[in-house]
């Protein structure tokens, strides 16, 4: 008898514990809560072509980030890769403010990083100029631009995680593909041959 009194008193508690839950979830949706990016990073790294809100160099402004594209080169017009291979992402990014706003830099501990499949990083970017694709400096409020992130990487490097540390310290990821892709990838090439 009285183990079916503590199965009860047990079984009321579990389930009162799981309303409390439940209306609690409610009560945050109701509360006009809605996700944002900017919130939290993703658990997982989003797809290629996924944008995200983050918080601009030193916390000033917004960017909507997005990686667009990725060409894998063996060389360029003028250099050739120490590790065998360049790693080129197009990022399109614009301000979400009214104001200017910049990336962070690996000075201000944030910014770019390559994370191959292997969990090998290459920390910093290789210095690539590619006509068209501008690297860095502020972008103007209501424009937008497309900018290359290239990295020094081996053959077997192809594919991985592509990180972006912003103003407040949040790390955002995107998987990118093994092999050529997406929309700039004619231009990306142009701009590589010279």
């Known amino acids: 008898m ?3 009194a503590v199965t009860a008193f047990c079984f009321v508690a579990a389930m009162s514990l799981a309303a409390c839950s439940s209306e609690t979830k409610a009560e945050t949706k109701s509360a006009g809560s809605s996700p944002s990016s900017a919130a939290a990073p993703a658990a997982g790294p989003l797809a290629m072509g996924k944008g995200t809100e983050t918080v601009g160099a030193g916390g000033g402004g917004k960017l909507d980030i997005t990686p ?5 080169a063996a060389k360029t017009a003028t250099d050739k890769p ?3 291979l360049y790693a080129v992402v197009a990022v399109q990014e614009r301000p979400l403010t009214d104001t200017a706003a910049a990336e962070t830099t690996p000075t201000e501990k944030g910014g770019w990083q390559w994370i191959a499949n292997d969990g090998q990083a290459v920390d910093s970017e290789a210095n ?9 400096g502020p972008i103007r409020a209501g424009a937008t631009q497309v900018r290359a992130r290239t990295f020094d990487i081996a053959a077997a490097q192809r594919g991985g995680t592509l990180t972006y540390t912003d103003g407040e310290g949040k790390t955002f990821r995107w998987q990118i593909p093994a092999q050529d892709s997406g929309p700039q990838v004619p231009q990306v090439k142009k701009a590589l041959a010279g």
């Open 2 to 4: 009285r183990t079916t």
């Open 68 to 72: 667009v594209s990725v060409v894998y």
């Open 82 to 84: 120490s590790r065998g």
């Open 128 to 136: 690539v100029f590619l006509p068209g694709f501008d690297a860095g």
